[in-house]
């Protein structure tokens, strides 16, 4: 026998040790991934996988999302510039915060806690927004910023006296409330927690009307002309997937973020915008307090640099923006490379030069990045060295990994099919459904309950594909509407007893005053069945991840099923193997479940006392 013969026996052999069944795993997958690199997107290429096997379709999966990544951080570059140029003044207030006693170890998702905390809190979702955004991902990036420019119009309004009138959008009232301030600005803002809200006003987030008024213009920095009311409404019109947003999805859920796309570097102007409004009013805040507690030279410090600089136009680096997988973000040598940025990060707060030099804009950006996402990962081990401990032997790491999986199952499913779909608006929902599901599952990651805002959307696309497939007429009226809401796609759709599942995630895509996340929370908790009273407030939102997966992913199978019956036998058979049959009744059950539900009190907001 020779050399070659006796290798190839060895392999087929079983492995005698896990770390031997490891290695012939992690062969066997690079297999599948030279395979499958080739493949691209027609449905001609895919007819063909399905006819050799749908393991081949899981491989030609798999390597979409592996693509995908690989392209993180090298975005086009006037996209990178848009993001960088207004992260550069959140430096002087990262100094501000640190040394008015904001803590170096508070996971950059908490909101809880005191004032400082908050205004933490705020700096830290801006950098978390432009990481979204740096990875392709702008609808994650946008529900991060739409419910921050909530939270700080209504801080801006509590300060300037502004309260919402009735029926007023928010675009009109943000519009009212910026040009305002802008008149004074720099102001001195009240420390205090409470929001404006006038008495009696009950707006709620069903309630998402454009704006009328379409406001006024304010100048941010030099030259920036920023419309607060179009800043609003843009912010809206890509979370549901419409208007002249309606394809910028596509890029990254169908197009794996190859090339450029048209719609990018003005989305990232889009996202600009909001980030300055948001760090103007943070700044306002840090200011107020230094000045409050004796600092007035910290707080001028805080308006001594531009609000807008030129920053380059290369990403952050790839290590601060990967998702905290232990194969990924937590990999060994991203924490010594986050760990590493956030030393210097901390050592030029103190006044120290650890370049022997001041750091470019562009490096300081990305030391605030590693400095983020060090705190992000720190967390994220806590939590499994705390889940460790609470399990025992029980504990498996690969629970994550297999929702990893799960995930990227879906998520490509959606993306590949929109490539095909000759119906624009439902290659828009799954597209959209794709990328939303993907920074779900991101900030799921990392505790953010900002990830079922992201599964707001998916359900709202669920359905929307849902009424294309089923009823094609009523849905061309409910986007000749152009302001269709998530209730006038479920209602549609036949999915009434979704609305309770739908409000709950809904409460967290905002985050006004009388936002309830409390009360949303307690609903997600009580819907999952059979859970276990002692964990269920754990795995919630988890719970509610796997439910939106699995409907995205079994409603674009359907698509796929209705463009070509051989491919959608494939990914069925991929479902099965993995979901398990019968998943029809078992919605079928869980939604007679949920409406149970549908006169839940979900109390205070969490601006209400």
């Known amino acids: 026998m020779g050399r070659a013969s006796r290798r190839r026996r060895e392999l087929r052999a079983s492995p005698q040790t896990a770390g031997e069944e490891e290695k012939r795993a992690r062969r066997a997958a690079s297999r599948a991934e030279r395979r499958a690199a080739s493949i691209g997107s027609g449905l001609d290429e895919y007819r063909h996988l399905a006819s050799i096997s749908s393991k081949r379709v899981t491989e030609a999966l798999i390597s979409r999302h592996n693509k995908r990544m690989s392209r993180i951080g090298s975005l086009q570059g006037d996209l990178n510039g848009e993001l960088m140029g207004v992260l550069v003044s959140a430096g002087s207030i990262d100094l501000a915060l640190r040394r008015l006693g904001a803590s170096k170890h508070r996971m950059p998702s908490s909101y809880a806690g005191s004032w400082i905390d908050q205004v933490s809190w705020g700096a830290d979702s801006a950098f ?86 379409q406001g006024e213009v304010i100048t941010v920095g030099e030259n920036r002309l920023v419309s607060p009311s179009q800043l609003a409404d843009g912010l809206s019109e890509i979370l549901h997937g419409r208007g002249p947003w309606a394809e910028l999805a596509l890029w990254e859920s169908s197009r794996l973020l190859e090339g450029e796309d048209p719609l990018a570097q003005p989305a990232a102007k889009l996202l600009g915008d909001a980030i300055l409004l948001n760090l103007r009013q943070i700044r306002v805040c840090a200011a ?48 010594k490379t986050l760990e590493r940025g956030a030393h210097l990060h901390g050592q030029v707060l103190i006044g120290h030069r650890p370049a022997g030099r001041l750091y470019r804009d562009d490096e300081w950006v990305f030391l605030s990045f590693l400095e983020r996402r060090a705190r992000a990962a720190r967390g994220a081990l806590k939590a499994f060295d705390a889940e460790r401990e609470h399990l025992g032997d029980e504990f498996n790491l690969n629970g994550v990994s297999s929702k990893e999986f799960y995930l990227i199952m879906a998520a490509e499913t959606a993306g590949l099919v929109s490539n095909w779909s000759p119906n624009r608006y439902a290659a828009t929902a799954l597209a ?15 505790d953010d309950d900002r990830a079922m805002a992201l599964l707001r959307v998916c359900l709202e696309q669920y359905a929307r594909l849902r009424v294309w497939r089923t009823k094609p007429e009523k849905a061309e009226k409910l986007e000749g509407k152009g302001d269709a809401t998530p209730r006038d796609w479920l209602n549609t759709a036949g999915l009434k007893r979704l609305l309770p599942f739908n409000r709950a995630l809904g409460e967290f895509a905002h985050a006004k005053r009388n936002s309830k996340w409390d009360g949303a929370r307690r609903l997600l908790t009580e819907i999952q069945a059979n859970a276990s009273p002692e964990t269920a407030i754990y795995t919630a939102r988890g719970h509610a991840m796997g439910i939106i997966s699995g409907l995205i992913w079994h409603e674009s199978i359907q698509h796929a099923q209705m463009l070509d019956s051989d491919v959608g036998m494939a990914m069925e058979e991929i479902f099965n193997e993995h979901r398990g049959e019968g998943f029809d009744g078992e919605m079928n059950e869980w939604f007679n479940h949920v409406v149970q539900f549908k006169g839940m009190e979900f109390g205070a907001g969490i601006g209400e006392a």
């Open 128 to 213: 978390q927004a432009a990481r979204l955004a740096f990875s392709g991902q702008f609808a994650g990036a946008c529900a991060i910023l739409r419910t921050q420019l909530e939270r700080w119009t209504e801080n801006v309004a509590f300060n300037a006296e502004l309260t919402h009138q009735q029926g007023e959008s928010f675009g009109d009232f943000a519009a009212r409330v910026w040009s305002t301030a802008n008149m004074t600005y720099p102001y001195k803002a009240d420390t205090a927690l409470i929001n404006a809200q006038e008495e009696g006003v009950r707006d709620t987030w069903e309630d998402e009307g454009k704006s009328v008024k």
């Open 288 to 335: 107020t307090l230094a000045t409050d507690t004796g600092n007035p030279g910290l707080a001028r410090s805080l308006f001594s640099m531009p609000e807008i600089l030129p920053a380059g136009t290369a990403a952050p680096m790839p290590a601060s923006l990967m998702p905290l997988m232990p194969s990924t973000g937590l990999a060994p040598e991203v924490i």
């Open 432 to 446: 959209l459904s794709s990328s939303s599901l993907r920074s779900a599952f991101w900030l799921w990651l990392e």
